[in-house]
């Protein structure tokens, strides 16, 4: 059974920083584009930050330069280091996987593209 799980959220004060993990299991994800994505309460869920195997990676306009995806083939591991944080940051961060369509298509952040997910892991930022 092929399983996605998040961990090390938490509740970090505005200026502080969090990382954040994903476990895969079931299955070998080299060759799958990984990433994060994020849904603050009221809103849409919306695309984080992507990152292939070869070490491209790909981020949202409002977390570029303060995110940092990662990935550790090896262990089936993803990350998401997050450095100064913003309350606007506050969400649940759901860990997805994907393969099979283009760099660009993935870039657009629909859901419907990643095939496997994660159940999510709380990210609070206090002001």
């Known amino acids: 059974q092929v399983q996605l799980v998040e961990s090390g959220g938490g509740l970090v004060q505005a200026g502080g920083s969090l990382r954040i993990s994903c476990a895969a299991s079931?299955?070998?994800?080299?060759?799958?584009?990984m990433g994060w994505f994020r849904q603050a309460p009221g809103k849409e869920r919306e695309l984080v930050a992507l990152?292939?195997?070869?070490?491209?990676?790909h981020y949202a306009a409002s977390v570029a330069g303060r995110f940092t995806i990662s990935r550790d083939n090896a262990a089936n591991k993803v990350y998401l280091n997050m450095i100064n944080l913003k309350p606007d940051d506050t969400a649940v961060y759901y860990c997805?996987?994907?393969?099979?369509?283009?760099?660009?298509?993935?870039?657009?952040?629909?859901?419907?593209?990643?095939?496997?997910w994660g159940q999510g892991t709380q990210v609070t930022v206090s002001s």
């Open positions: 997805a996987a994907g393969a099979g369509a283009p760099m660009q298509t993935y870039r657009l952040g629909y859901e419907r593209d990643f095939g496997y």
């Open positions: 990152a292939w195997s070869g070490g491209i990676t």
């Open positions: 079931g299955r070998s994800f080299v060759g799958y584009v």
